[in-house]
Each structure stands twice: as structure tokens, then as C-alpha cells.
């Protein structure tokens, strides 16, 4: 009898686990529903810049950095009025056209810097404008 309780309540764990995906499965989703990539190998950073939501100072402030800094292994993921911001530039741009990545749950409501390595998604810092100029410069360094 206490097998039988024991593998029951194995079971249900496994069962209830299965229906919810991490933070790394969703971008990875979401990357791949929506631009037909995915997250690459090595460390790689993602810069989201949301379209419709968030800080519009930190928007306007994050896109100034990262136009006048050269910054390796980063793509930018930013709506169709931010994207002209970034033709020419130094980055991959991944044009979200509606603004999916605002609604999915990863914090991406306001500016974002999102840290993945070999294929995960291992860290999410949401950009705050009390911080914005420090956490810009520790993340990425002073160019």
C-alpha cells in the first residue's frame, strides 16, 4: 500500500510538472514562433525595447546607448517605430510587429536585457530609470 501511495504521488508530481514551461522555454518559443530563430550557442544577449508599455524615457535613453556604443553578441527585439532607430546599425534587430514579447511572462514590460548561454535563457534584468545608466555600463562594460 505504500508503494502504491508512493507512485501515485510520483505520478501527479511529473503530471503537474509538464503543463509549465520556464522562462527559457517560452523565449525559446517565442523566438522561434515569431522569427524563425532561435537562441544561438555561446553567451549572446538580447536587448528588448518594448513598443507599447513601459519607461519611454528608458526606451528613448537604452536606444541612444546602444547606437553609440559597438557592443558584441547582441540583437536587439524592439517594435516597428523603434526598428528605424537600428537600420544600419551595429545590431541584429528582431522587428516584433505586435509587440508579442510585451505579453508573454518575462518581464520584457519595460526595457530589458535578456542573458542567454548555449541555447537558454539564463538571466533577466528589467531596466529601471533610477538605474539605468549603472546597470548598462556593469552589464555591458564601459566601451
Known amino acids: 500500500m505504500k508503494y502504491m501511495i508512493f507512485w501515485v504521488v510520483v505520478i501527479t508530481e511529473l503530471l503537474s510538472c509538464t503543463g509549465r514551461k520556464g522562462a527559457s522555454d517560452i523565449f525559446s518559443d517565442y523566438l522561434q514562433l515569431v522569427h524563425h530563430t532561435e537562441i544561438p550557442k555561446g553567451t549572446h544577449t538580447?536587448?528588448?525595447?518594448?513598443?507599447?508599455?513601459?519607461?519611454?524615457?528608458?526606451?528613448?535613453?537604452?536606444?541612444?546607448?546602444?547606437?553609440?556604443?559597438?557592443?558584441?553578441?547582441?540583437?536587439?527585439?524592439?517594435?516597428?517605430?523603434?526598428?528605424?532607430?537600428?537600420?544600419?546599425?551595429?545590431?541584429?534587430?528582431?522587428?516584433?510587429?505586435?509587440?508579442?514579447?510585451?505579453?508573454?511572462?518575462?518581464?520584457?514590460?519595460?526595457?530589458?536585457?535578456?542573458?542567454?548561454?548555449?541555447?537558454?535563457?539564463?538571466?533577466?534584468?528589467s531596466l529601471q530609470a533610477n538605474d539605468l545608466d549603472s546597470t548598462l555600463a556593469a552589464y555591458f562594460g564601459k566601451p
Open 46 to 125: 538580447y536587448v528588448v525595447v518594448p513598443e507599447n508599455i513601459g519607461c519611454v524615457g528608458c526606451s528613448t535613453h537604452t536606444i541612444d546607448y546602444l547606437t553609440t556604443h559597438r557592443l558584441n553578441r547582441v540583437t536587439v527585439i524592439c517594435g516597428p517605430s523603434n526598428a528605424e532607430y537600428f537600420q544600419g546599425g551595429f545590431y541584429p534587430v528582431l522587428v516584433d510587429s505586435l509587440s508579442e514579447i510585451e505579453h508573454l511572462n518575462l518581464q520584457t514590460q519595460n526595457v530589458a536585457i535578456l542573458a542567454t548561454k548555449d541555447g537558454e535563457l539564463k538571466e533577466i534584468i
